[in-house]
């Protein structure tokens, strides 16, 4: 199994991004993804959950409304679009699935 996040860098205030997870070694279609991020000195913390389907969305209360999650099932990618980014939203983050998690992607919001 393998996950591969892209897509991070460094941003100011208000910026966008958009994460990438390619996933491959399973079947991807049929899971839930789930992105993650861990802040310096922090935990790491669910930000954004998709079901198998695209049709079941859950965010944490930090991101609603800034962040959207969706899926290529033809493709085996999972995405996280990141609107009105701030400083707090600095962090490495991963994608997931099953049980298996992605090597991380670091995002930097900064001035």
């Known amino acids: 199994v393998h996950l591969v996040e892209s897509g991070g860098g460094l941003v100011q205030p208000g910026g966008s991004l958009r994460l990438s997870c390619a996933a491959s070694?399973?079947?991807?279609?049929?899971?839930?993804m789930s992105w993650y991020r861990q802040a310096p000195g922090k935990e790491r913390e669910l930000v954004a959950v998709?079901?198998?389907?695209?049709?079941?969305?859950n965010y944490a209360d930090s991101v609603k409304g800034r962040f959207t999650i969706s899926r290529d099932n033809a493709k085996n990618t999972v995405y996280l679009q990141m609107n009105s980014l701030k400083p707090e939203d600095t962090a490495v983050y991963y994608c997931?699935?099953?049980?298996?998690w992605g090597q991380g992607t670091q995002v930097t919001v900064s001035s």
């Open positions: 997931r699935s099953i049980t298996y």
């Open positions: 070694g399973f079947t991807f279609s049929i899971h839930p």
């Open positions: 998709i079901g198998s389907g695209g049709g079941s969305r």
